[in-house]
């Protein structure tokens, strides 16, 4: 028998890790991972069909969507939609929640929140990008429609969490509060096979993410840390060493496999920071946690943060413990 154990069978034997289900999760990922197959088959012709490029519209958030975003968007929703385990999805595309009517949807128990397409700007490059879902039991009535109440919990009620990276292979990586868990895609197969069980990040490291262009408008604290990692002190490993690619879930699967910090503070432009808590900075703070890290808005936990609406935006650190902490103490000797 081949050592291959591939994400169905992984998950039907940690199965009774999962309290919430008799097989729901196994369906509702298989739903993520169906969806992430189609986008990855055509992400990996995007140069070839005309799916690059900007679609000429605009999303809430007020960013031009690529025609990838659209795309990613309805296949993940179609997919969700689908099967019996989901009653509504939110999404960095959509304005609002998108509530499923039919029967077997009303019925469900759950919501996903999702970004289906991180890192836009780098489609046209050739770059890695990626799609993070969140996932949660739905608060009101099974039976009725969702409502906004159902999508706006706190991080730390999440069931599930995970990303897929469209990168040189891709992968998908989840947790579900115990451990989190890779599987690379053999397209060969069709599969997503195990491929890195129980991920643990180092509790230091020497990797720092951020995006120094916005350095003159970064809180003094901040400031301070950037210069603290550039400064030449070899018996403390510095300067450290500098890897930004602008797609969130590239830099962090980096530096969850290497230690190193993620960064994107609040600056004079964007006064709560770029990335969304809800279907951004919720599910990484999630996977980051399980994974023995922190992820905090530079002074409180993200997870423990109640939302008041669907795209709002937080300041994120998120990495090893002894790096995220460290900067969370010059932004409080500095605010
Ligand atoms: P998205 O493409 O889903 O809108 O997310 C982009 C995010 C994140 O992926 C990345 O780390 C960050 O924006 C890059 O922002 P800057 O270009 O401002 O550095
Ligand atoms: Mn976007
Ligand atoms: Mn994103
Ligand atoms: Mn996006």
């Avoid at 999440?158 to 397209?187: C, E, K, R, W």
């Amino acid at each position: 028998m081949s050592d291959i154990k591939t994400l169905g069978e992984f998950i039907i034997e940690k199965q009774s890790d999962f309290p919430h289900a008799s097989g729901e999760l196994s369906s509702l990922l298989g739903s993520i991972k169906l969806a992430a197959q189609i986008v990855n088959r055509e992400l990996n012709k995007a140069g070839l069909v005309d799916i690059i490029g900007a679609s000429g519209e605009e999303n809430v958030q007020g960013e031009e969507q690529q025609k990838l975003d659209l795309y990613a968007n309805e296949k993940f929703k179609t997919a969700l939609e689908a099967r019996d385990q989901v009653c509504g999805v939110a999404s960095e595309e959509d304005d609002e929640a998108v509530v499923f009517s039919k029967e077997l949807n009303r019925n469900a128990k759950y919501v996903v929140l999702m970004d289906p397409l991180d890192g836009s700007s780098n489609i046209d490059v050739n770059v890695s990008v990626g799609t993070i879902f969140s996932i949660y039991r739905r608060v009101t009535p099974v039976g009725t429609p969702a409502t906004e109440e159902d999508f706006l919990q706190a991080g730390k009620h999440q069931v599930a969490a995970g990303y897929v990276i469209y990168g040189s292979s891709t992968m998908l990586v989840y947790t579900t509060g115990n451990g989190v868990h890779s599987f690379t895609y053999d397209p060969s197969l069709g599969v997503f096979c195990l491929s890195h069980e129980d991920m643990r990040i180092p509790e230091d490291g020497k990797i720092y993410s951020i995006n120094e262009g916005n350095y003159i408008r970064f809180p003094l604290g901040v400031k301070k840390y950037i210069k603290y990692c550039q400064e030449y002190v070899p018996e403390e490993n510095r300067p450290y060493v500098s890897r930004y690619i602008g797609s969130l879930v590239s830099d962090f699967h980096r530096n969850l496999l290497k230690g190193g910090i993620y960064l994107y503070p609040a600056t004079a432009t964007h006064p709560n920071g770029k990335l969304r808590l809800l279907y951004e900075c919720n599910p990484m703070a999630f996977i980051m946690e399980q994974a023995g890290g922190v992820a905090s808005d530079g002074i409180n936990r993200i997870l423990d943060m109640e939302p008041t609406e669907l795209h709002q935006r937080v300041p994120f650190f998120a990495g090893s413990p002894v790096m995220v902490n460290h900067v969370e103490k010059f932004i409080a000797d500095f605010s």
